[in-house]
């Protein structure tokens, strides 16, 4: 198999094209499937021997140059499909679509840092090994184990409660402890913070800290946490899909989020929700391998977390198999597909009947019940008639265990208004006068830019140049 397959399309599409993207193998090409470049599932089946040309639905997330129109994927060389892809931009301003020959080690080096292994998610078992392995006594692992989870060390000559000949020989192996840097924090008034982290590969992305007082005299600490850099699904209310996407962020930079947050409000994390950049179950090995450590090593119940999505095809069903006891939060916005499509970009691929059939799916085979995400956008989808079309849908598929409604929050640039608190009020009242439990989100952090649809990068001006993808 050749080690490079080129998938070219044209960056300046024209207005009055079809808005479908066809991909042709060649006769030899080497894979039965072609992959998403975003979620990697399947979106070619080669049905038989020679050329095969599959019409895609829709291509969704162009930006830049292409948004005019759609661009038209030419033809596939060879495609491997075990290879992460990525996007580059060659000398004619065409877009290139590359699956690099190398493990996926290598693609994880060239994140992380030439050579670079990554302690930062490992457990304690994995750490006593990596100790003997390398002359030291079983406990070492323990220790270090410790280090990194509950002293929230940042560099491996940082651990001085290690002996320098165990420090310098991992090191030497090439380990190091998968710490960012802290870019930029804002705190709010209401006591929210923002972090911008600075990744190995210079890349920002952000995490919020949400702490909260209980009547009873205890306190909460939220994570809200990333697990992409940028989003690549442009939900129109949304900042974070209006800077680009970048990549899916590794598992220690998922977790290392809520070891961020811990270090500056010097208390544990107590809840951690996957509602920050990024659409989470387009990152779900990312995910789920960092859930594993927040709840194995770090000691956050499982049903103190919540996994939010927009609703990706295939990956809630995929997402029920691991029958965790956390919750799934579905980002719902709109109570019929038409609006829907309107409001989020990726519903014309995910129709809603599909969407809440998974949903039910998921709780047959879970037992854990599905919540609803509600952003409420003045004049759009914020009418008494929404509110009962909502009510019919979740009775329907009997899943109306509750919904959370969330009064948008205004950005920079956006059309969408912020609805009256009369407004939020009679939508949740309907609801309720059908039977619907709902709630409304407080909102945390306007004051620095960092309530749930704020998590905007202030410091990055010019939108990711990934997010100039084909799809």
């Known amino acids: 198999m050749a080690s490079c397959a080129l998938l070219r399309a044209s960056a300046h599409g024209s207005a009055s094209s079809s808005s479908r993207c066809s991909i042709t193998f060649c006769p030899d090409a080497a894979a039965s499937a072609f992959y998403h470049p975003v979620c990697l599932n399947p979106v070619v089946k080669r049905q038989s021997p020679g050329v095969v040309k599959w019409v895609s639905p829709e291509c969704l997330h162009v930006r830049g140059a292409a948004a005019a129109g759609r661009p038209t994927l030419k033809r596939v060389e060879t495609v491997d499909i075990n290879r992460q892809p990525h996007i580059r931009r060659d000398k004619s301003e065409t877009q290139v679509l590359e699956f690099n020959d190398g493990n996926n080690e290598l693609q994880q080096n060239r994140i992380e840092g030439s050579g670079s292994k990554i302690l930062l998610g490992k457990s304690q078992e994995e750490l006593e090994e990596l100790a003997i392995a390398l002359g030291e006594q079983k406990y070492r692992g323990r220790q270090l184990h410790l280090l990194i989870y509950k002293n929230k060390m940042n560099s491996i000559q940082d651990c001085a409660q290690l002996p320098k000949m165990f420090r310098d020989a991992l090191e030497a192996e090439g380990w190091s402890m998968g710490r960012s840097t802290i870019h930029h924090s804002t705190i709010s008034s209401d006591g929210t913070v923002k972090i911008l982290l600075r990744l190995m590969d210079s890349r920002l992305v952000e995490t919020v800290g949400i702490p909260v007082e209980e009547k009873s005299g205890g306190s909460r600490l939220t994570a809200c946490v990333s697990s992409q850099v940028g989003c690549p699904l442009g939900c129109t209310f949304c900042a974070t899909g209006k800077g680009g996407f970048a990549r899916n962020l590794k598992p220690h930079e998922i977790i290392e989020q809520v070891l961020a947050i811990e270090e500056l409000f010097k208390q544990r994390v107590t809840n951690v929700v996957f509602m920050g950049m990024g659409e989470p179950l387009l990152n779900i090995a990312s995910v789920l391998a960092a859930h594993h450590v927040l709840n194995k090593e770090m000691l956050i119940g499982q ?55 998974d949903c039910r799916q998921y709780f047959q085979t879970t037992g854990r019940r599905v919540s609803f995400e509600y952003t409420l956008l003045a004049g759009v989808n914020d009418q ?35 609805p009256t608190k009369a407004s939020v009020l009679a939508f949740v009242e309907t609801l309720s006068t059908r039977r619907i439990t709902a709630s409304i989100r407080r909102t945390r952090g306007l004051d620095a830019n960092a309530a749930c649809g704020q998590l905007r990068n202030d410091f990055q001006k010019v939108p990711l140049n990934a997010a100039l993808a084909i799809t």
């Open 303 to 357: 049903r103190m977390m919540t996994i939010s999505t927009v609703g990706v095809p295939n990956t809630i069903n995929h997402l029920a198999t691991h029958k965790l006891q956390s919750t799934l939060a579905i980002s719902l916005h709109a109570p019929n597909q038409e609006l829907r499509a309107q409001i989020v970009p990726s519903a014309k691929l995910y129709p809603l009947e599909v969407l809440m059939e």
């Open 384 to 418: 008494k008639q929404h509110a009962d079309e909502l009510a019919d849908l979740l009775h329907r598929w009997n899943l109306g265990r509750h919904v959370n409604i969330i009064p948008y929050n205004p950005i920079a640039d956006s059309e969408f208004q912020r």
